[in-house]
């Protein structure tokens, strides 16, 4: 625990103007990131008498070991600049508005040649429109099927989509209405496209429109006598009404309005959020944060504005905010909406009328989120410090293992043996510094040398780290004789790890405060690099280290940490079987009760590993079933092998071809064709292709077919898959 006068900057030394500030750990980690109208006037709060701070704030300060920051222009900069950072950092102490699912979207894909109507999560991709969020995907798949009776636009997959136009077969959605089958060409990809444009406008609202014309058709077909026409046409209108009866007026005079509702107690917070568009609710969605700092609603509001609209632009932003506080300073987040939008934005508090009651409502569901999160034992801030607690009671731990990593084998009888690490940190999964291994060291199934190999190379990196940043006390490197070769390759050791850092950097902890000049946003967020705070692979040792397994593979993990020096990290195993807890060198286990939160903490790190590994392990055994001749061609590249495969039709045609036949392959040189055809020379010939679905020995041509459409991996000579030989 760090004392804060001992890095408390000098008198005078803060400038007193805009700015953004970070306050970092001991190993270099920004574990706080804040702005200011005035850096001097703000950062004075922070240095002053421990007992007079809030518990949280003192937490933070005393778990920092230096500060530093930046210095802008204007508070709209500094608003800008600390989001990006905060999106960057990810610091331990800041507000962070968490949740347990992704949100769906109802999405139209209107960059394809044929838009496709469908559920979408996650980021949100150019050229798709989207509608939302909803709260469950049920509520979408309702809502399209009802409308799909007047829009029959396309919802099937690219796979499927592929095969009925190979067939000349539409789905049994083309068959009874509900889509009007472009992939056999019933409408051409314009009309198909008019179909999308008409679907997207009614969903934004422009309803009476379609109403009106529907109604004038039914008319004219009951006039002609058309009755079944006219009778398809009703149940056409009466779909499109019950569409919008699950979305009712809310607010009068079609308004587009976001309304945003806090509910909070000493610890958390919960944020509610409906979206209205043309006067109806068209969306909803909620946060969970802990106040990890001393925080005001109007605070709370203005982290949950650069949440919801931090990666937004044009009408995603809408005219009209309505919050229960106002953030303090209003004129920056005001305009910093309004630059996100490109024209004027209203931030205000309802005081009356529809959009007060509405309010009212969002209120109450915040209220009820609040309440139903304090129920979840595993997301509750008490009942996780508790599970800490009782963790490090169990294993005679110093303190709490804040940081824990888990690790854990997986493989198929002895074939693509992988391991996993996954993290917790404040009993909670932190799954962006989750990281995948290949065992290299030996070949066949040892789950105990497997576990050495893996506890070795990564600690091999966390020494290597500390090494660098020039962390010693001695100032000796104990990798000083350890060739670089066997630290372990990033690219090689682990896959999903944090992106390449751009070049340059920020101003680094050993710069001179006075030393920083005003600098852009957005200059300063592209210069971000590994030296500056953004986290590291490897970087951070854990507390507590947790193994998938008994006595052998504790011992395995122990002595790893033994031959690298390493004796601050302590070491337990999680036993499958009657879930003991195994230390190194006991010869009993430690038996926590069924109804330990520590015991559970430990079971929801270890399933994770374990979920985590086999997710891998099945992904690489299914890109071995995959595998063509063509993957060992030195630079083809996705594109071209999707070209020749094409252009032939399938791999056994291209085998065959003459290298003059391969060269009429768009992209395909002389010199390339020459290195496919004595690829395919080289390769043995391969192992009849099985459908594993119906065991039915089939041809490269049936085989690459089936693996297209149905997305499932051939067998080549697979071993048996069987429920009990995969681990």
């Given amino acids: 625990m760090a004392d804060p006068s001992s890095y408390r900057p000098k008198p005078g030394q803060i400038p007193d103007s805009p700015g953004v500030y970070r306050f970092r750990d001991e190993h270099r980690r920004v574990i706080y990131v804040g702005k200011a109208k005035s850096l001097r006037q703000r950062l004075a709060n922070y240095f002053q008498d421990l007992a007079g701070l809030h518990p949280r704030t003192r937490t933070m300060v005393t778990t920092a070991a230096s500060v530093e920051w930046t210095v802008v222009s204007t508070e709209v900069e500094a608003l800008q600049l600390e989001y990006s950072w905060i999106k960057e950092y990810d610091p331990r102490f800041n507000v962070k508005y968490r949740d347990d699912k992704s949100y769906p979207y109802l999405a139209v894909t209107m960059n394809e040649e044929f838009p496709r109507v469908q559920v979408m999560r996650g980021h949100k991709k150019k050229g798709v429109r989207y509608f939302g969020p909803y709260a469950h995907a049920w509520a979408i798949r309702d809502t399209v099927d009802l409308l799909l009776r007047v829009f029959p636009v396309r919802t099937c997959s690219a796979g499927v989509f592929k095969n009925a136009s190979r067939t000349g077969r539409p789905c049994l959605l083309g068959y009874i209405g509900k889509c009007s089958a472009p992939c056999v060409g019933r409408v051409s990809a314009e009309d198909h496209r008019e179909l999308a444009d008409e679907f997207c406008d009614f969903m934004t609202g422009r309803t009476g429109t379609y109403l009106r014309r529907l109604e004038k058709q039914m008319m004219e077909a009951a006039e002609e006598m058309e009755y079944e026409r006219a009778a398809r046409l009703r149940d056409d209108i009466e779909a499109l009404k019950k569409a919008m009866e699950k979305n009712a007026v809310v607010l009068a005079d079609a308004t587009d309005a976001d309304l945003i509702a806090v509910a909070e107690d000493e610890l958390e917070a919960a944020v509610q959020i409906f979206h209205v568009r043309g006067g109806r609710v068209r969306g909803q969605r909620g946060w969970v944060t802990d106040k990890v700092e001393e925080i005001t609603t109007g605070a709370l509001v203005e982290h949950a504005l650069q949440q919801l609209y931090g990666e937004e632009t044009g009408d995603a932003v809408p005219k009209e905010v309505l919050v229960p506080a106002l953030p303090d300073p209003l004129e920056p987040v005001q305009e910093w909406l309004s630059g996100r939008r490109g024209s004027n934005v209203s931030l205000r508090i309802p005081q009356r009328g529809d959009k007060r009651a509405l309010m009212e409502t969002v209120e109450r569901n915040a209220q009820q989120a609040l309440v139903l999160h304090k129920t979840k034992r595993a997301s509750d801030l008490t009942t996780r410090s508790r599970a800490l607690e009782e963790i490090a009671d169990a294993l005679d731990l110093d303190s709490a293992p804040l940081r824990i990593e888990c690790y854990d084998i997986s493989h198929l009888q002895g074939d693509d043996v992988v391991a996993s690490m996954v993290v917790f940190e404040d009993g909670l999964a932190r799954k962006?510094?989750?990281?995948?291994?290949?065992?290299?060291?030996?070949?066949?199934?040892?789950?105990?040398?497997?576990?050495?190999?893996?506890?070795?190379?990564?600690?091999?990196r966390y020494l290597a780290e500390k090494e660098r940043t020039g962390e010693w006390s001695d100032g000796e490197s104990t990798l000083a004789d350890t060739p670089s070769s066997s630290l372990g390759d990033t690219s090689s050791d682990t896959l999903g790890d944090a992106p390449s850092t751009p070049s340059g950097g920020t101003p680094s902890g050993d710069t001179p405060a006075d030393a920083l000049t005003t600098t852009s946003p957005d200059a300063l967020t592209n210069s971000l690099t590994d030296d500056d705070g953004r986290p590291k692979r490897f970087a951070y040792p854990p507390q507590l280290v947790v193994v998938d397994g008994g006595q052998p593979q504790v011992a395995a993990a122990q002595r790893a940490l033994d031959e690298l020096g390493i004796d601050d990290i302590a070491v337990c195993g999680l036993a499958k079987r009657l879930e003991e807890v195994w230390l190194p060198g006991d010869d009993d286990p430690v038996v926590l009760p069924r109804s330990s939160e520590g015991l559970y903490l430990l079971q929801r790190v270890r399933d994770e590993a374990h979920r985590f590994a086999i997710t891998y392990q099945r992904t690489k055994r299914a890109k071995r079933f995959r595998a063509s001749p063509l993957d060992d061609v030195p630079g083809l590249g996705e594109t071209r092998k999707q070209a020749l495969i094409k252009h032939f039709g399938s791999v056994k045609k291209l085998r065959?071809?003459?290298?003059?036949?391969?060269?009429?392959?768009?992209?395909?040189?002389?010199?390339?064709?020459?290195?496919?055809?004595?690829?395919?020379?080289?390769?043995?010939?391969?192992?009849?292709?099985?459908?594993?679905?119906?065991?039915e020995i089939m041809d490269d041509e049936e085989s690459e077919t089936t693996a297209e459409t149905s997305g499932e991996p051939v067998s080549a000579g697979a071993p048996d898959e069987r429920r009990g030989q995969e681990r």
């Fill in 656 to 695: 065959a071809a003459t290298i003059d036949q391969i060269c009429e392959v768009p992209g395909i040189g002389r010199k390339t064709a020459e290195t496919i055809a004595a690829a395919f020379a080289q390769a043995a010939p391969a192992a009849p292709a099985v459908n594993t679905a119906t065991g």
């Fill in 432 to 460: 962006s510094e989750y990281r995948r291994f290949q065992i290299k060291g030996f070949e066949g199934q040892d789950d105990v040398r497997s576990m050495h190999e893996v506890i070795t190379r990564r600690f091999k």
